[in-house]
């Protein structure tokens, strides 16, 4: 073997080794500044940085400990019947705002999916597209309008199909049943893989494994 040839093996094997340690750090780094940037106003408005003797980071884990705990109280009493109906009326309010509306229930939905194991979607289904050969993730939810099935030839389906790594993003494509191809994935594990990027489709927690990479579609 090559001096050259020895470089650039050992070199592309430390940067396989390497770079995804550097890009996940910088990463956390990127998100533990959100955190701080969105906390720090919280403890300079509560002065709970006196409480830690001006300790940046114990009052930036106190506050944070105490969202948590806030989240979690929030989420048991919405769980109950006079949280629903609490909850429900301030939902139906941002509905009215119809920028908002679309933003907050698509984000709602997908996050309701990725949580729980029950969703608005029918179901998960692959549609040809952008050409035929080439097959997206698709959210199947309910019939196209009537008119699109006449133009067709037969019953259509509306599709939303989500972007990736960001599922909330995406567009709503009407598709001739007979063009649709339904998948054993549930709504949840398409998310994720829609998430990790195609890396995972489990329903679990998300986790990379050597049986989960290229992790794919049911073959129709």
């Known amino acids: ?32 500044g959100w955190i701080g940037g969105f906390l720090d106003p919280l403890i300079r408005g509560t002065r709970l940085a006196t409480l830690t003797a001006n300790n940046v980071l114990l009052a930036q884990l106190l506050t944070l400990s105490v969202l948590v705990a806030l989240i979690t109280v929030l989420g048991y009493i919405a769980q109950r019947s006079l949280g629903r109906r609490l909850f429900g ?38 549609v040809e597209y952008p050409r035929e050969g080439i097959f997206q993730l698709g959210l199947k939810t309910g019939t196209s309008p009537a008119d699109v099935s006449e133009a067709a030839g037969e019953r259509a389906s509306s ?44 329903d679990d927690v998300i986790q990379l494994d050597d049986t989960e990479v290229g992790g794919g579609a049911a073959d129709h």
């Open 159 to 202: 599709v939303f199909v989500p972007g990736s790594p960001n599922p909330t993003q995406g567009m709503l494509v009407m598709v001739p049943e007979s063009q649709t191809y339904e998948s054993d994935l549930s709504v949840r594990a398409a998310i994720r893989l829609l998430m990790t990027t195609g890396m995972s489709h489990s």
């Open 1 to 32: 073997m090559s001096v050259n040839s020895f470089i650039k093996s050992n070199f592309l094997a430390g940067l396989v080794l390497v770079g995804p340690l550097v890009a996940t750090i910088a990463i956390v780094r990127i998100v533990l």
């Open 89 to 126: 009326k301030t939902g139906q309010l941002v509905t009215f705002v119809p920028v908002i509306r679309t933003i907050y229930g698509s984000i709602r939905q997908m996050t309701t999916s990725v949580v729980n194991r029950q969703s608005d979607f029918e179901s998960v289904v692959y």
